[in-house]
């Protein structure tokens, strides 16, 4: 019996519904009004981070590699995101050669297949132990030369080779 109690207090109490308040307006508003501006902002909101635009390295009928951001990856170390489209009939592989980060020669960890036709989204990766190495706290400048060849026929000519600089 003071079981079957308990069963019907919880019962009572899941079925009644709680009145929240609200704070929306129910104000109409004309089109074009202006709005107010929130002159007391919630304290925690976080600074945004400054948007990356997109950088193209090169963009043909063949290939186009565009870098889209940049980041501290906490495992991989410092990693540039890069956009990938073969547009040839052959599996193409990306790599860079003479990559230097302010200044200082470091080599990522990268190399991307790209099957015919297709796109990828691909991350080129330097160990955070080589930018120790060279002094590096803040990479303020990626100098490099992005090869793209045919992965199937080494002797085949290079589909691009070209040297960039970016500064993320």
């Known amino acids: 019996s003071v079981l079957a109690v308990m069963v019907a207090l919880t019962l009572v109490a899941c079925s009644g519904t709680a009145e929240l308040p609200t704070t929306e307006s129910t104000a109409p508003v004309a089109p074009n009004a202006p709005v107010a501006p929130n002159l007391n902002p919630p304290e925690t909101t976080a600074p945004q981070p400054d948007a990356f635009s997109p950088i193209v390295l090169i963009d043909n009928e063949d290939i186009c590699v565009k ?3 940049a980041e501290n990856d906490p495992i ?3 990693t540039l995101k890069v956009f990938l489209e073969n547009r040839t009939d ?5 790599t860079v050669d003479n990559v230097s980060l302010n200044r200082f020669m470091c080599d990522p ?6 099957a015919a036709g297709m796109k990828s989204n691909s991350s080129i990766y330097w160990f ?5 190495e060279n002094g590096i ?3 303020e400048e990626i100098s490099l ?6 992965s199937k026929d ?5 589909v691009f080779q070209g040297s960039f600089t970016i500064n993320p």
């Open 137 to 139: 706290s803040d990479v």
């Open 109 to 114: 960890f990268w190399a991307e297949s790209v």
């Open 90 to 94: 052959k599996e193409l592989m990306f």
């Open 154 to 158: 080494f002797s085949a000519e290079d």
């Open 128 to 132: 955070e132990s080589a930018l120790e």
């Open 67 to 69: 870098i889209t951001g």
């Open 145 to 150: 030369t992005l090869r793209v060849y045919d």
């Open 76 to 78: 991989w170390g410092y």
